[in-house]
Structure formats: structure tokens, C-alpha cells
């Protein structure tokens, strides 16, 4: 149970539940998908990192993530694009793409 947590979404309206629609491209997606969230000390990561981990979950191990901080790694935020704080870099393959 540890190393596969569930989660259960138990409001009314299911909000912290994916979308069908996401759930399905997860699942089918071509090549494995990297991304890295870009936040500092200063920006709180708790909805990004619920949302990565719940991509996580539901790709059959093709979606991975983790953190960096762009003040301590302005290097790496720089070659990734990265202007600002709080965005997510995702790469698949040749294509890339910043969200923020």
C-alpha cells in the first residue's frame, strides 16, 4: 500500500479528479513525457505536484516529473525557456512545450 498509494476523490462534484479526456491521453500517450516543475522557495508546489503525481499515476509509467528550483539552477530554466516562476517544462521526443 505504500508504494502504490490510492487516492479516492470524495467531493460532491469531484473536483480533484481528472477528466476523462486526460485520463485517455495519458494512457495512450506515444513516448514517454518528462517534465520539470520550475518553482522557487517563494511559490508553493502543492496543486502542481498533486496534478503531476495524478498525470504520473494514470500514463502506465510514461509521464515523469520533478521539481527545480529556477533560482538555484538558473542555468537549467534558461536553456528550458523558463521567464518566470511556477511553470512546467514538458519534453516528448523532439517537442517541447512550457506551461504555466
Known sequence: AYQNPK??????????????????????????????????????????EKLLRDYKANSGGKFNYHFMDPDLNPLAAQEAGITGDGKIHLRMGDRQEIAA
Open 7 to 48: 487516492h479516492w476523490d470524495l467531493t460532491e462534484g469531484k473536483e480533484h479528479t481528472l477528466a476523462p479526456e486526460t485520463i485517455q491521453a495519458l494512457e495512450t500517450l506515444p513516448e514517454q513525457v518528462q517534465a520539470i516543475a520550475f518553482f522557487s522557495s517563494r511559490t508553493p508546489t502543492d496543486t502542481a
